[in-house]
């Protein structure tokens, strides 16, 4: 056992030297998909999150398979990271590549969210689901990026009484998605 333990604590463990010491077959197979799981993941961690989220919604808006409503929430999506994107620029802003991430992450994670929350209201009454639309509509407008003068241009899709998305664009998304659904929560119960 000692020595087991002495073989872990040397520095010039390799793989090979794991793997050789590994005497069970399906062990073996175990440990390397796990290696190659972790790989995979690091893989996807180094990627920017942001240019993913607009890549897969331009997909979907492009497909000719798309239904209008996946198409409309995903015009929204690439909407406002291109917005974000824009106003980062247009003010000379200096922001990380967390910055983008989190951003797209939470505003991806914001319209799903909605959706999902909007259809257990529309199971519980159409009060209930005009609640969740309030909440999570607020949640954009009240918590701004840029607090963008342009109210026209943010208010895009709040003014839009036919979208799907009726959010602002000039939204802190991290701050929005904390807020909304903490208050989501509380209604559905």
């Known amino acids: 056992m000692l020595h087991s333990f002495l073989f872990f604590l040397d520095k010039?463990?390799?793989?090979?030297?794991?793997i050789d010491k590994v005497t069970n077959s399906d062990m073996k197979r175990i440990i390397l998909s796990l290696l190659v799981l972790m790989a995979s993941v690091a893989s996807i961690q180094a990627q920017d999150l942001f240019k993913t989220v607009r890549d897969n919604a331009t997909k979907v808006v492009n497909n000719p398979k798309s239904s209008d409503e996946e198409i409309q929430i995903n015009q929204f999506k690439v909407t406002a990271l291109n917005y974000l994107s824009m106003m980062v620029?247009?003010?000379g802003l200096k922001k990380d590549t967390y910055f983008y991430d989190s951003q797209a992450v939470n505003?991806?994670?914001?319209?799903?969210d909605f959706q999902v929350n909007l259809e257990k209201a529309r199971a519980i009454s159409p009060a209930k689901r005009m609640e969740i639309i309030k909440i999570y509509t607020e949640a954009s407008k009240f918590n701004p990026m840029f607090k963008d003068t342009d109210k026209d241009r943010a208010n895009a899709y709040v003014n839009d009484k036919t979208t799907l998305t009726p959010f602002c664009l000039d939204t802190d998304w991290e701050k929005a998605y904390d807020q909304a659904t903490t208050l989501a929560k509380a209604a559905l119960k």
């Open 12 to 18: 010039r463990v390799t793989l090979q030297h794991l």
């Open 89 to 91: 620029t247009k003010r």
């Open 107 to 112: 505003m991806s994670s914001f319209v799903t």
